[in-house]
Nanobody, 127 residues
Framework: QVQLVESGGGLVQPGGSLSVSCTVS????????MAWFRQAPGKEREFVSA????????NYAGSGKGRFTISRDSNKMTRHLQMGSLKPDDTATYYC????????????????????WGQGTQVTVSS
């Protein structure tokens, strides 16, 4: 079955950079839509960024624009969320989510359209 394996995360000082990765395994599809969401304690889950392999389009939440980038890997089933200029408000558990296929651009930020979810990885921004 399809599994998403997340890696990376950790503790970083404000202003620093960090990368989290998500690998899709067990999939029969090669085109997919992937998103990152995050959830901080006591807060609702929020959209961070998304990527579509079909046309390589990306979508970023306002909080991450200019600071976060989804990058490719030599493994087409792996993507990295590179985060820079991190702030304490970025502290959260980050989850990757995948839909096997092409989602409409306007749906990329909706958590309920994704079929598969990773286990989450903790990102803590603190001095």
């Amino acid at each position: 079955q399809v599994q998403l394996v997340e890696s990376g995360g950790g503790l970083v000082q404000p202003g620093g950079s960090l990368s989290v990765s998500c690998t899709v395994s067990g999939a029969t599809f090669t085109d997919y839509s992937m998103a990152w969401f995050r959830q901080a304690p006591g807060k609702e889950r929020e959209f961070v960024s998304a990527f579509r392999t079909s046309d390589r389009s990306t979508n970023y939440a306002g909080s991450g624009k200019g600071r976060f980038t989804i990058s490719r890997d030599s493994n087409k089933m792996t993507r990295h969320l590179q985060m820079g200029s991190l702030k304490p408000d970025d502290t959260a558990t980050y989850y990757c989510a995948v839909y096997g296929g092409r989602l409409a651009y306007g749906s990329l930020s909706s958590s309920n359209v994704y079929t598969y979810w990773g286990q989450g990885t903790q990102v803590t921004v603190s001095s």
